[in-house]
């Protein structure tokens, strides 16, 4: 069944940091569009249990008085998050994140950190339906020029998607539905793949363009640009591992 013709969920999270493998969450959403129901937004609020740096409230405005005053207890809300989107993926139904590796190790790592279990356990051998607009639209567009170009808000501005209230956690949810609504319709290719064809896909693309990216910042980038001759770019999506305690570079 084609994407544009089904049930499909957007999901977001802002957190603490922006290493996923560190970051705990405090605010997210699940945007579900499409099919024969009406649309339907979900959102918690996460006390995290550590301090919210002040340059990640500046982003996305949760502070520590939000969170101790009406957070959620972190597991509680971790469980009905990770429930919702196995159950998702189990139905077969795409589940659209932007920079889909970042949120899929943010609830990964905060799943283990609280003895719950992952996406893994819960899904078993369930092929994740997971549909990822960054990877994507670095695939169907690769001469986009500019920095800071293939962020959420250009890359919505370039696909004709219009929003007022960014950054928070169900703007930008339903901000990657709309983008891959419009790359579906302006790339019938895509249709042409099941839900693992995808994933596979999505997995070889992302890991092609970050090792281009890796050359990039170890053969022409300044050190200003953070360029260096052992700069290690991971590729992998959607899980991206630890750091390990030698690394450098992040992911």
């Known amino acids: 069944m084609r994407f544009l013709d089904i049930r499909r969920i957007g999901w977001d999270t802002e957190t603490t940091a922006p290493d996923p493998t560190q970051a705990r969450i405090v605010t997210a959403a699940l945007v579900g569009r499409g099919g024969t129901t009406t649309n339907r937004v979900q959102t918690w609020l996460i006390n995290p249990g550590v301090p919210i740096p002040p340059e990640t409230t500046e982003v996305h405005g949760i502070t520590d008085a939000m969170v101790q005053a009406d957070g959620q207890n972190p597991a509680e809300a971790l469980h009905e998050i990770a429930s919702i989107l196995s159950r998702t993926i189990q139905f077969g139904l795409p589940v659209v994140a ?125 050190p200003e640009q953070g360029g260096a001759p052992d700069k290690v770019i991971d590729g992998s999506w959607p899980l991206v591992p630890a750091q390990r305690t030698d690394d450098t570079n992040g992911a």
């Open 98 to 222: 932007f920079n889909t590796a970042y949120d899929w190790t943010v609830l990964n790592c905060e799943l283990v950190r609280h003895g719950l279990p992952t996406m893994g356990d819960r899904l078993g051998n369930t092929v994740p339906t997971l549909v990822d607009p960054h990877v994507i639209d670095k695939q169907v567009d690769r001469y986009v020029k500019g920095t800071g170009m293939r962020k959420l808000k250009p890359t919505a501005e370039r696909y004709g998607v219009e929003l007022t209230d960014w950054h928070t956690a169900e703007a930008d949810a339903l901000a990657a539905l709309l983008i891959a609504e419009a790359q579906f319709d302006r790339y019938p290719v895509l249709a042409g793949y099941d839900p693992a064809q995808l994933f596979a896909a999505q997995r070889a693309w992302r890991a092609e363009q970050q090792a281009g990216l890796q050359t990039w910042f170890r053969t022409k980038a300044t």
